[in-house]
């Protein structure tokens, strides 16, 4: 199935399609700015640790919120939590003015970390929705192929658009489009239509099981005074934050509803040797890509200062910008991989069954592979081309993984699974990302580069030892 063919087809994954688009774009215009206003207020010696910890507080609260989100997500209108979160990601993400203004370091920390926060939520319930909308093998590998080629594009055009706009317009006018993309994010997906998620059992907000009744005697019936309501498919929910406020024993029922559900899911996911193995490997995969998170626009900031010193009097412009300029050479590379290597990842996960495990463990080695010479190139532009070969086969092996994911997941477990995922491997970036940037400050970007691509390597390898070791095709799918 070709792309046209799956959004001509397909009106409701359209609009979830389109509504990424947007976000996407506004949120990587707005991390060119972030990250040279990062850079500029950290001061020398301290930059890689400013990055780091920056890099942190997007990261950290995808391992707080995650366990929670997942359990939202497989129990409420997943359409109803992705537009709530755009909502709120609109708002906050004009906290950083506020942060321009103040010159503060500690207001950005603080609004990177409420923006993902709510985006654990937001990312959890458009995974968890893809295989409600793309239906079959099919349409679910192509929806899996051109998320992936969006997301890439998404890097090199927002990249791109932030180095211009903030050099033409100012930062404060890139903060401001990125709010305004959320609001847009979330109109399309008001407009979606189709269920996000398979009737069954629902979540009481008091922590206890409801069965689903009747859709029409669930809309006849509102329940006064509670604080709850029953939803489309006759699960009680809050009414209002407000009602939950008043009454703490909610809150409290909730929790301990998530954090038992979480576990449950995490059950699920044991009990699957596939799922166990994609678990194993993305921790690895997560502790040596977190050196590459944490230095990617630290790279960028050095070697566009280095190409800067010879740029002739036609690149004065750029030469007064050099920062801003390396890194978006970097990130928009990242995105142009990503283009390029969606339709081979879409051509190569064709076949699907036990050569897609296999084209994981070989891409996730290659991967490893690009990061340890991406470490040693010398210049700007060598650094871009190596970083396009790697992020042209990341997104073979990221399509074939969330594939297997989505293929072997009970709808019912969903959303736990992928915030599980996404809890996990955030939590390996995390303590990467503090190590790396202070290591990083103390002996040079190229060696913990290095490292972290080794690191990824031996995740590789290990994907195919699991598989022996199991007897039997652990790096297959059904």
Request: glycine content about 12%; proline content about 3%; charged content about 15%.
């Amino acid at each position: 199935m070709t792309y046209r063919e799956l959004l001509a087809g397909n009106p409701d994954f359209r609009r979830l399609w389109t509504g990424q688009v947007v976000s996407e774009v506004g949120d990587w215009l707005n991390n060119i700015a972030v990250l040279a206003l990062v850079i500029q207020l950290a001061g020398e010696g301290r930059v890689g640790l400013g990055l780091a910890v920056y890099a942190i507080a997007r990261h950290l609260p995808l391992f707080l919120f995650g366990p929670v989100a997942g359990v939202v997500v497989d129990r409420a209108d997943r359409r109803r939590v992705m537009i709530a979160a755009d909502l709120s990601r609109a708002a906050l993400a004009l906290g950083f003015l506020l942060a321009a203004r103040l010159s503060s370091l500690a207001v950005i920390y603080v609004v990177g970390a409420a923006l993902f926060a709510v985006s654990a939520f937001f990312n959890a319930a458009k995974r968890a929705s893809v295989p409600n909308l793309a239906e079959g093998a099919d349409q679910l590998l192509a929806a899996n192929s051109l998320s992936a080629s969006t997301t890439a594009a998404t890097i090199a055009v927002g990249s791109a658009l932030g180095g211009v706009v903030a050099t033409a317009l100012g930062r404060d006018a890139v903060f401001l489009i990125n709010a305004l993309t959320f609001v847009a994010s979330a109109d399309m997906i008001r407009r979606i239509r189709k269920p996000l998620r398979v009737a069954g059992v629902g979540l009481r907000i008091d922590g206890s099981n409801a069965v689903n009744e009747p859709s029409a005697a669930a809309e006849a019936r509102t329940h006064e005074g509670s604080g709850t309501r029953a939803d489309d498919s006759g699960v009680r929910v809050a009414s209002s934050p407000q009602s939950v406020i008043r009454n703490p024993r909610l809150v409290v029922g909730v929790l301990r509803r998530a954090a038992s559900e979480f576990r449950e899911g995490l059950r699920y996911v044991k009990s699957d040797s596939v799922l166990s193995a994609v678990f194993v490997v993305a921790a690895g995969w997560g502790l040596g890509n977190g050196a590459a998170r944490a230095l990617y626009s630290l790279f960028g900031a050095r070697l566009g200062e280095e190409a800067a010193r010879g740029w002739a009097a036609g690149w004065a412009a750029l030469a007064e910008r050099p920062v801003d300029f390396g890194i978006s050479v970097l990130f928009v590379a990242m995105g142009l991989g990503g283009v390029l290597g969606a339709p081979l990842a879409k051509r190569f996960n064709r076949a699907g069954g036990a050569g897609l495990g296999a084209r994981m463990g070989q891409s996730l080695l290659l991967d490893g592979c690009g990061l340890a010479a991406f470490s040693l190139m010398p210049s700007l532009w060598t650094a871009a081309l190596v970083l396009v070969a790697r992020e042209l086969n990341f997104a073979i092996w990221w399509t074939a993984q969330q594939t297997i994911m989505m293929r072997r997941t009970e709808d019912a477990f969903a959303g736990r699974v992928f915030a599980s995922f996404e809890t996990l491997t955030t939590l390996m970036m995390v303590g990467s990302m503090l190590v790396s940037g202070a290591v990083a400050d103390a002996v040079g970007i190229r060696p913990v580069a290095l490292g972290g691509g080794c690191v990824v390597i031996l995740s590789g390898l290990l994907w195919f030892a699991l598989g022996r070791s199991r007897r039997h095709p652990a790096v297959s799918s059904p």
